[in-house]
């Protein structure tokens, strides 16, 4: 039996969690392609890297390697809120989501975010949202989600 070319592109982008060593496959560069990303040092990261697996899967950043290149293609995290509301629930919040520009047009945009939302979904949440922009609506409607009210920031820099 021959395995289909979706079988293989399947197999050939796997979401899986982010590595300590995925720093050196360009996961800070992915990130520059979303927001503003300045260099983090590599005791910068260790330390962040241990922080936040200290959490356990309630905060969890999940990435897509290109087996060919080495390199992360796509990326996206969920952290889990813990609320009084709705007899103690959880919201998922899903954040970071990008998708190297050389690798768009896979779906693994729509792969990271069903990785995601199935997360938490597992993780016993009532719901996940999100924030995006006016030019992703579209993409994150294909993926199931609905807008609903409005966004609000105030930065502190």
Same mark, same amino acid.
């Given at each position: 039996?021959?395995?289909?070319?979706?079988?293989?592109?399947?197999?050939?982008?796997?979401?899986?969690?982010?590595?300590?060593?995925?720093?050196?496959?360009?996961?800070?560069?992915?990130?520059?392609?979303?927001t503003?990303?300045?260099?983090?040092?590599?005791k910068?990261?260790? $330390?962040?890297?241990?922080?936040l697996?200290? %959490? &356990?899967?309630?905060? +969890?950043? !999940?990435?897509? /390697?290109?087996?060919?290149?080495?390199?992360?293609?796509?990326?996206g995290?969920?952290?889990?809120?813990?609320?009084?509301?709705?007899?103690?629930?959880?919201?998922?919040?899903?954040?970071?989501?990008?998708? $190297?520009?050389?690798a768009?047009?896979?779906? %693994? &945009?729509?792969?990271? +975010?069903? !990785?995601?939302? /199935?997360?938490?979904?597992?993780?016993?949440c009532?719901?996940?949202?999100?924030?995006?922009?006016?030019?992703?609506?579209?993409?994150?409607e294909?993926?199931?989600?609905?807008?609903?009210?409005?966004?609000?920031?105030?930065?502190?820099?």
């Amino acid at each position: 039996m021959h395995a289909s070319n979706s079988s293989s592109e399947e197999q050939k982008f796997q979401v899986r969690k982010l590595q300590i060593s995925d720093k050196n496959k360009g996961f800070i560069e992915l990130l520059r392609q979303l927001t503003v990303c300045d260099s983090v040092s590599d005791k910068d990261f260790e $330390d962040r890297f241990r922080e936040l697996s200290a %959490l &356990g899967d309630d905060h +969890i950043i !999940f990435v897509i /390697e290109d087996e060919s290149s080495g390199k992360i293609i796509a990326t996206g995290s969920i952290f889990i809120e813990k609320k009084f509301l709705r007899n103690c629930g959880k919201v998922g919040h899903i954040e970071d989501v990008v998708v $190297d520009s050389n690798a768009r047009g896979l779906k %693994l &945009g729509k792969k990271i +975010i069903a !990785f995601l939302t /199935e997360h938490a979904h597992l993780m016993g949440c009532y719901k996940v949202i999100l924030d995006c922009s006016l030019e992703n609506k579209a993409f994150y409607e294909k993926c199931g989600f609905k807008q609903k009210e409005i966004q609000m920031v105030k930065y502190f820099i």
